[in-house]
Every structure is written in structure tokens, then in C-alpha cells.
């Protein structure tokens, strides 16, 4: 039985999130919590009785949300931002409320047929050609292991799935060393081994793979009798946002018969901007991309966009057909669990229609834009001072820098105990990396919710925290 009443307490989870979005601002990013003491305020045993809405609400209120990381405030700059845009949380809202499954055409008809225009929307405003489709699935982990295993079958002769690896040549996936992890597990998952992702070495400043040593690792692959499967190049990548070029390197593909997957989950986002394009120049001779709305875009976790130029290579790689999931009659219809890994889905087209509606492409390129032009702003102050330096010039709204201690220069433990003193004093938060096996502190701007205002406060944080570190460790 039903014991509460839907209308009145979505209409108070509605309030609650219009004031906590309001409220932001004032809050520290990242909780001022220490590990273990959320849990100890948590029940450890199951109720047998059913509790009032009004006791878990409130427990909601002082316990839960008080402990979260705040990805929608204005000076989020850590990771890589996950917006969740209002028009696209009220879809969510509306998604939740009808808790669709859209495994087949037939479980979910709008959310499929919805999905393949806003993808082919989608498709559009990044300027990819038509003859991509693209599919929305959780993540880029799961759409970057789509693409392994497609390769995998591909080189086979889509034989993998039936037989097994045993016996066979070895596959080799090539990719640089600037490739998310997420590259990684899913060599890994897909059976290929993480020993088999032959790392190509990168050169110059955009970090990108150099296309001379990809044809010799697969020449030298090819002459020891391994079989190369695939090629996986980054747009953006994670630590410093790495460039491959992808014109050269899909012109090796080509000639070698080799699936091209294209991760760009992060500055994907940037492409509906005609300006930033040539960061990914070439990407119609692709394979496959990745492009997460979820990151930059917009959309609300979870929404990554796999977009395909041969589904068909796809769906033979992931399909699989029990009776129970037979649809007689609608069998021309488009069913997209055959494009991706699991097989219930949840409706996620809903949040970019509403998103891309509500901002319209242009609304969301000026942000984008925004985001780009404050973050060089900021790297330019940073760099201009004196016991500062840049480590990454800006790609697209990314960069990283380091604090020189007057004790210790440019020491790791020094920047590491930075980034932790920026994150517990709370008005911004930071995320580190190693670049050329030195840490680095990496801040990204792409929160909507930030001004350019947001960016003085974030300096002003760093500055002062860097000083006042120094000065105690100095002393
Ligand atoms: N690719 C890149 C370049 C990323 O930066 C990330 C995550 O930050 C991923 C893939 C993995 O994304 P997801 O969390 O959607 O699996």
C-alpha cells in the first residue's frame, strides 16, 4: 500500500532543490567531513517498521545532504564539471516519476524514438557527418568498452564472441599514455589483457600521439604475428587535456584496416562551437566517439553520447536475442539495448531535450565560451606571479600550475599539501595530477553556475592559501 502522498512531498523535494541550487554559493565545495562520520549517523540495521516521510526527510536534511561534494557549485573547478542544467533536472524529475525501461522500441516507443533524434540533434550541433547514429549509454567507460569490444569482434571476424580469445593471435589496442583510464579497463574487461594496449609515445605540446610511432608499433605488432584490433585517440584528455591528432592518426586506420575510437568525453562538449573544431579536425574518417553530455554540457549525471558511423558492426558485437526479449511484429524498429552493454535502460533523451530547448545551441556555446576565455583570464593572472608557474597552457577551459615554496620550489609534497589546504578552507575546489612524473594542480572551469566573479575569489583563494602555507612551513 501507498502510505505517502506522491504530490506533497515531490512538491517539498522540489522546494528542497531550488533552495539548495540557491544556496550553493555559500557553502563550502567539498564537505568538512571526516571519513566514517556520516555512516556512524546511519542506522545500521533496517527498519521493520515503516517510519514517517517527515523523520527521513529530515534525516535527509541533517545528515545526508550537509555530507555531499557540491559538483553544482560556482567554484567547482576539480575533475571535470558534471552540470546539471535546471531544465534538465525538472526532465529528470519527470523521468523518475515514470520510472520507464527502454531496453525495446516496444518497452519505451517516445524515449526511443526521442533518443535517436536528439542523438541525431546532438550529432548535428557537433557537426559530425550524417552518416553517424549515435546511443546514449551510462558512461564513457561504457561506450570506450562498446568500442574495445566491437574492435575486438572486428578483427575476429566476430568470431570472439562465440569462441573465446584461447588460442588466437594476440590483439593489440594502441593508444598514447595521456587516455583515460577508463581505456585501460576496458582492454581489460574486453579479455584483450592491459598488456596488449600498446602505448604510443606522445610528443610535442599538445601531447598528442606521434603517428610515425603508431605505424611502427603496428608494423613491429603485425611482423611478431600479433593482430591489431584498434586505435583509441583522445580529444581532451583527463590529466592536462591532451590533443591526438586525429586527421593523422585515422589516415593510419584507414590504411590499416583498423577500427578508430575517438574518446572525447570531456571537450566533445566544446565541438558545438564552430571555433574549437579543429582540435578534432578529421574526426569524420572516425570510428566512433565518445562525447559526455554529462560532463560539460548540461546534462544530469548519468548521459554519455557513443556515436557510431557503422551500427551495424555495433549491433552484431552486442545483440543478443532470448525469446523473452523477441519483439514479432516490430522487428524493423530500433531497439537500443542491442547497441549497448546492458540491457535495461533508463530514459535519458528526456534531459537533453529539455536541455538543448531551454538554452537552445547558442545559450550553451556562449557558457562554453565563457568557460574558456575565464580560464585562460585566470592562468595569465596565476603565471603572472611571481612564485607561481603555468605547467599546461590552457586546452579549451583546462590548465594546471604549480605554487614555488621559497623553501622548497616546485616541490610535489608542497603542491600536494596546497591542493589539500585549498580544498579544506572550501571557497574552491582543486583536483592534482603528475605531469612528466611531477605534480601539477589542475582547475577546469565549466560549472554554469559560474561567473567571472567566482574566478577572483578562486584566486585570491590560491594565492592566499599558497602564501600562507609557505610562510608556516618557512618559519
Ligand atoms: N574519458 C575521459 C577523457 C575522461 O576524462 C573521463 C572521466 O573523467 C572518462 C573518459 C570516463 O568517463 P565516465 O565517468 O563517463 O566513464
Redesign the pocket.
Known amino acids: 500500500e501507498d502510505t505517502i502522498d506522491l504530490r506533497t512531498w515531490a512538491h517539498r523535494a522540489a522546494d528542497w532543490t531550488a533552495d539548495y541550487r540557491d544556496g550553493l554559493d555559500a557553502l563550502p565545495v567539498r564537505p568538512r567531513v571526516v571519513p566514517g562520520s556520516i555512516a556512524a549517523e546511519i542506522a545500521a540495521a533496517p527498519p521493520e517498521a515503516a517510519e514517517p516521510m517527515e523523520a527521513i526527510f529530515a534525516d535527509f536534511d541533517r545528515v545526508i545532504a550537509p555530507g555531499m561534494t557540491h559538483w553544482q557549485h560556482p567554484r567547482f573547478f576539480a575533475?571535470?564539471p558534471g552540470n546539471a542544467a535546471p531544465a534538465a533536472v525538472v526532465a529528470e524529475m519527470l523521468v523518475a516519476g515514470m520510472s520507464a525501461q527502454c531496453m525495446l522500441w516496444q518497452t519505451s516507443p517516445a524515449a526511443t524514438e526521442l533518443e535517436t533524434r536528439v542523438l541525431d540533434w546532438l550529432r548535428q550541433a557537433l557537426d559530425l557527418p550524417a552518416t553517424f547514429q549515435g546511443v546514449i549509454h551510462d558512461?564513457?567507460?561504457?561506450a570506450?568498452l562498446a568500442a574495445v569490444l566491437t574492435m575486438r569482434e572486428r578483427a575476429l571476424g566476430f568470431t570472439g564472441n562465440a569462441t573465446g580469445l584461447a588460442g588466437g593471435p594476440r590483439l593489440r589496442i594502441y593508444a598514447s599514455g595521456e587516455?583515460?583510464s577508463?581505456i585501460d579497463k576496458a582492454v581489460r574487461i574486453a579479455g584483450i589483457g592491459e598488456d596488449n594496449l600498446v602505448r604510443v609515445p606522445t610528443a610535442g605540446p599538445t601531447r598528442g600521439m606521434d603517428p610515425t610511432g603508431l605505424e611502427a608499433a603496428i608494423a613491429a605488432d603485425r611482423a611478431a604475428g600479433h593482430k591489431p584490433a584498434g586505435i583509441i585517440a583522445?580529444v581532451?584528455?583527463?590529466s592536462v587535456g591532451a590533443l591526438d591528432d586525429v586527421t593523422a592518426i585515422a589516415a593510419i586506420a584507414n590504411r590499416e584496416g583498423l577500427h578508430l575510437h575517438v574518446?572525447a568525453?570531456?571537450a566533445g562538449a566544446a565541438m558545438i562551437c564552430p571555433e574549437f573544431r579543429p582540435l578534432w579536425e578529421g574526426v569524420a574518417a572516425a570510428d566512433s566517439v565518445?562525447m559526455?553530455p554529462?560532463?560539460w554540457l548540461g546534462a544530469p549525471f548519468?548521459c554519455?553520447t557513443y556515436f557510431v558511423r557503422a551500427p551495424g558492426d555495433l549491433v552484431r558485437t552486442l545483440a543478443i536475442h532470448p525469446e523473452y526479449l523477441k519483439t514479432y511484429g516490430r522487428d524493423g524498429m530500433v531497439n537500443y539495448s542491442e547497441w549497448s552493454i546492458q540491457l535495461g535502460r533508463r530514459f535519458r533523451a528526456l534531459k537533453l531535450w529539455f536541455l538543448i530547448r531551454a538554452h537552445g545551441l547558442e545559450g550553451l556555446r556562449a557558457m562554453i565560451r565563457d568557460h574558456v576565455a575565464w580560464s585562460r583570464d585566470l592562468a595569465a593572472r596565476l603565471g603572472a606571479e611571481p612564485d607561481f608557474e603555468i605547467v599546461t597552457e590552457p586546452m579549451l577551459s583546462l590548465f594546471t600550475f604549480r605554487h614555488l615554496s621559497a623553501a622548497d620550489g616546485a616541490a610535489d609534497a608542497h603542491n600536494l599539501a596546497l591542493v589539500e589546504a585549498i580544498n579544506d578552507d572550501g571557497r574552491t575546489y582543486l583536483t592534482q595530477t603528475r605531469v612528466d612524473g611531477r605534480i601539477a594542480i589542475r582547475l577546469q572551469v565549466g560549472s554554469f553556475q559560474t561567473t567571472a566573479a567566482d574566478l577572483d575569489i578562486a584566486f585570491e583563494a590560491i594565492t592566499e592559501i599558497a602564501r600562507r602555507l609557505d610562510s608556516a612551513t618557512t618559519v
Do not use: L, Q
Open positions: 575533475y571535470f558512461t564513457a567507460s561504457s570506450t587516455v583515460h577508463s583522445c581532451g584528455g583527463t574518446d568525453a570531456w565518445v559526455n554529462h560532463k548519468d554519455s
